[in-house]
């Protein structure tokens, strides 16, 4: 009950910032977007991941947990734009919400994901505007700000039009 207390502080907080990204389900971030906020932590090898590092490549930076049936569904198809739309400069970030790695571990191994996924607690979250359902994926452009926000199970074909959008080149 104390993290859903913190959550929703957070949440108000942030809103109440000047530049928070409002939170509807599909939500474009004016030019003027916030930039995304730092962040270091180990992925799932124990190799330090630095959001600042992926600066010049677009991110699809993407919140989840292994309960979530929704987020188990899209994330097959952020491999295969990993793959496909990373000689572009596609970077995907996944951040777990699960309170345990070992559940993790083995549903990465299982979608044979082939991007890093970092271990989130609600302290990354509120960093974010806070984490109440999942999934949320942000995209964040090559400058670092975030460009749009999907709260929740969005269309693929909405995630994927706007990758390509961000994306230089055809």
């Known amino acids: 009950m104390r ?40 992925d799932l090898d124990r190799q330090e991941i630095r959001l600042s590092a992926y600066r010049g490549k677009i991110v699809l930076l993407n919140f989840w947990a292994t309960w979530c049936a929704p987020c188990l569904a899209e994330m097959p198809r952020f491999a295969e734009w990993q793959q496909k739309y990373g000689p ?20 990465y191994r299982r979608l044979k994901l082939n991007y890093p996924v970092v271990m989130g607690d609600e302290t990354l979250g509120a960093m974010y505007g806070g984490i109440l359902g999942l999934p949320v994926t942000l995209l964040i452009d090559g400058e670092g700000r975030i460009r749009f926000r999907h709260d929740g199970e969005t269309g693929l074909e909405v995630l994927e039009r706007e990758i390509r959008e961000l994306l230089p080149g055809p």
């Open 88 to 107: 572009r400069g596609l970077r995907i970030l996944g951040v777990s919400m699960d309170d345990d790695v070992a559940p993790v571990r083995t549903t």
């Open 3 to 42: 993290f859903v207390a913190i959550f929703a502080m957070g949440i108000a907080l942030a809103r109440a910032l000047p530049g928070s990204p409002p939170s509807s389900p599909r939500t474009p971030t004016p030019a003027a977007a916030r930039v995304a906020p730092d962040f270091s932590r180990p």
